[in-house]
């Protein structure tokens, strides 16, 4: 079994910040590919963020220059570092992975957290 469990969401005021983590456990072999989706209410989710395992990212135009995404590899871990926070920021933030196991590469999501920007 593998699981992706976020943390770091929560209330902060226009213009703050959060770092969000998301950690992989279970049987896994290794991870490629980690991304940060989120989903304002509605049914689109969008892709924030990627971070491939050499270390390469990839940002939607909307977030370039106040988001940071990261990884430690040892730790099987994907960071989002979030400053100058707007209210259209809210939404749930879901961890996503590509990962092997049992010689098969396989995606997962996390549970998701809330991120409310909001004074």
């Known amino acids: 079994q593998v699981q992706l469990v976020e943390s770091g969401g929560g209330l902060v005021q226009p213009g703050g910040s959060l770092r969000l983590s998301c950690a992989a456990s279970?049987?896994?072999?290794?991870?490629?590919?980690m991304r940060w989706y989120r989903q304002a209410p509605g049914p689109q989710r969008e892709l924030v963020a990627t971070?491939?395992?050499?270390?390469?990212?990839n940002y939607v135009d909307s977030v370039k220059g106040r988001f940071t995404i990261s990884r430690d590899n040892a730790k099987n871990t994907v960071y989002l570092q979030m400053v100058s926070l707007k209210p259209e920021d809210t939404a749930v933030y879901y961890c996503?992975?590509?990962?092997?196991?049992?010689?098969?590469?396989?995606?997962?999501w996390g549970q998701g957290t809330q991120v409310t920007v909001s004074s």
């Open positions: 279970g049987s896994i072999s290794s991870i490629n590919d």
């Open positions: 971070i491939g395992r050499s270390g390469i990212t």
């Open positions: 996503n992975a590509d990962i092997y196991r049992n010689n098969r590469l396989m995606n997962y």
